[in-house]
């Protein structure tokens, strides 16, 4: 049984005993409520199991065969289909060609093929007003708010972390001294750690949760589909921990958590002030003791439910290496893996069958601490010793540039000098002398 399984579970059981209505399990778990009362059905005849698929692991039943998809995509690449969309291209091989595809699957085929390029939508009404969420943990909203909150006291320069609550308005904050992935990842798990995991985050574009395709100036955008790009290591802990990114189009679309900055930039700044505060770390008490706990008792609201939708963190959830920095690496014959420069051995208990050239995976943790897991299991590891220089390459001279001489000084070369003054033996006595001397 998956994570998504295990939350799909936790949904149906919450709706089971009523703490959820069945419209707000269909809402979470994207699905009808008419299919949520299936799932409810099966769940009490089949027990937990029910939320696995019975096909799982095998192929389906309904997939149609490699040879027709074959045989559409040849008939589409003649070129009197060219620029046929996926519904004409749909309608003209059910009607000349009898092949019945849907245009759903149409359209994967021919982008796979590159015989269709979609057009990207223009979101509308972006700017409309949205109703808060029904309960807590549903949708929190996540940004950085780069000012200056001291004001000019002290050398530090201080960017605000907040993540609030999209049905209580309930504010968790931090501040850092940049705006970094790992400041980042650092506040996620503060804030896991005491709620729990939510079913969503609500961010803005940045860099550090999206991964923006490049594409050249000249290049029309609105005539290219968007490559699928890799997630961001942020964005990768969030699909580790089954957390759902929501990417907002503008900074009007995450509104609740832009209002909070103007509230804290505000107040906050003027607070600290009177407080003296100079330095980080006083930033960041004053706003545990005295600004969060104002906030939380003014600001926030009662949601809707009284359900809470964060979900707790279960053994699985590795925060130390989830929320790290993580690559693969390949390992060599001698089962040493290079990093950054460096290589490391794994030790000789953790080879098992299947290591040498494998990949695994490389997790530069928040604590500094590096560790390397292949498939299930962490390996051992230390750092191999530099290499040594042989003593030959150490006392082996540089060849002298001569480059530099003068061709005046140099002269002409004398080693043909009196050359032909000595008569060469005859041939016979080269040979005897040859012959004598070995």
């Not at 082996?396 to 060469?424: E, H, I, Q, V, Y």
Request: charged content about 30%; aromatic content about 6%; glycine content about 6%.
């Amino acid at each position: 049984m998956t994570q998504a399984d295990r939350d799909r579970l936790v949904t149906l059981k919450k709706a089971k005993k009523k703490l959820i209505t069945q419209a707000e399990a269909a809402a979470e778990l994207q699905v009808s409520e008419r299919h949520v009362k299936r799932m409810l059905k099966n769940l009490a005849q089949h027990g937990d199991k029910s939320v696995m698929h019975g096909l799982r692991g095998q192929e389906s039943n309904r997939k149609i065969d490699v040879k027709v998809r074959q045989k559409a995509v040849k008939i589409l690449s003649a070129e009197v289909y060219r620029g046929f969309g996926p519904t004409l291209a749909g309608e003209h091989l059910a009607k000349k060609h009898g092949i019945e595809v849907s245009r759903e699957t149409l359209r994967k085929w021919m982008r796979a093929e590159g015989l269709w390029k979609g057009r990207r939508r223009r979101a509308e009404n972006v700017h409309m007003w949205r109703q808060r969420r029904s309960r807590c943990g549903e949708l929190v909203q996540w940004d950085t708010s780069d000012h200056d909150w001291l004001e000019g006291r002290g050398s530090e320069s201080l960017c605000l972390i907040s993540m609030i609550d999209d049905a209580t308005s309930r504010l968790y904050a931090r501040f850092v001294s940049s705006d970094s992935t790992e400041e980042n990842m650092r506040t996620l798990r503060q804030y896991l750690e005491l709620y729990g995991r939510p079913v969503a985050f609500y961010t803005d574009k940045a860099s550090l949760f999206h991964t923006t395709e490049k594409r050249r100036r000249d290049t029309p955008g609105m005539e290219q589909d968007p490559k699928v790009m890799p997630p961001t290591q942020i964005g990768r802990a969030l699909g580790e921990l089954n957390i759902t990114w929501i990417a907002a189009h503008s900074p009007q679309a995450k509104g609740r958590v832009e209002r909070s900055f103007d509230t804290a930039q505000d107040r906050l700044v003027k607070e600290m002030r009177v407080a003296g505060v100079k330095t980080l770390e006083q930033a960041n008490q004053y706003l545990r003791d005295e600004f969060l706990p104002w906030w939380t008792q003014t600001l926030t609201v009662e949601p809707a439910s009284a359900d809470n939708a964060h979900r707790k963190l279960d053994k699985q959830h590795d925060l130390a290496a989830i929320l790290s920095h993580v690559e693969t690496r390949q390992v060599k014959g001698n089962y040493t893996v290079a990093i950054d420069g460096r290589h490391y051995v794994i030790d000789k208990g953790s080879i098992c069958t299947g290591l040498r050239g494998a990949t695994v995976r490389v997790e530069q943790r928040l604590d500094g601490t590096m560790a390397m897991r292949f498939k299930d299991r962490y390996l051992a590891f230390k750092v191999c010793a530099e290499p040594v220089k042989s003593a030959a390459a150490a006392k082996r001279k540089p060849a002298k540039d001569t480059s530099a001489l003068d061709a005046a000084t140099r002269g002409k070369s004398k080693w043909m000098k009196g050359f032909w003054d000595n008569p060469s033996p005859s041939m016979r006595d080269a040979i005897r002398i040859a012959n004598s001397t070995s």
